[in-house]
């Protein structure tokens, strides 16, 4: 089957359609434009554009990305900073996210989580010591720091 080829004009509009739909980070405009088999040059007169037209901001995506992932799917922190990690979102860049996600509504997320979790696991789970351990096991898989985990745990007994 043969590909279908594009000019700079029409891959720039396609990106910037991309970019508009949902905030993008620069390794997934990298690979969106590596479909395009574009040449080096054409590549960085794509990404400028996108740049000079605000339409690709590493920050804004960064503190979307962690205001997301905590609120839809309960991420912790520890997980957010992997995942921005693996898009090689900087450290500032991370850090500014992270503030985006207030103390308060992140620790009773966190209860919650476990609470939800713990009456999940009640009536399947007799032996205390592994219940408490699949409860850590799922805070820490969603990301929570450890001594926030304790903490909370400490509670159950």
């Known amino acids: 089957m043969k590909k279908k080829i594009f000019t700079l004009e029409e891959i720039k509009r396609k990106l910037e359609r991309y970019c508009v739909y949902q905030d993008r980070c620069h390794k997934e405009i990298e690979t969106k434009l590596f479909e395009y088999n574009l040449i080096p040059e054409a590549k960085e007169h794509v990404l400028l554009h996108l740049l000079e037209h605000n339409f690709l901001n590493e920050e804004r995506f960064s503190k979307s990305f962690a205001r997301g992932k905590f609120r839809i799917k309960k991420w912790g922190k ?3 900073i992997r995942e921005l990690t693996l898009r090689d979102i900087s450290p500032y860049n991370i850090k500014s996210a992270l503030k985006e996600i207030d103390t308060e509504t992140y620790i009773s997320h966190l209860k919650e989580l476990i609470e939800k ?18 409860l850590f096991d799922y805070a820490k898989y969603k990301g929570y720091e450890t001594s926030l985990i304790l903490e909370i745990l400490s509670n159950y007994e």
């Open 78 to 80: 520890e997980r957010i």
């Open 117 to 134: 979790k713990n009456q999940a696991l009640q009536s399947k789970e007799p032996v205390f010591f592994k219940r408490k351990k699949k």
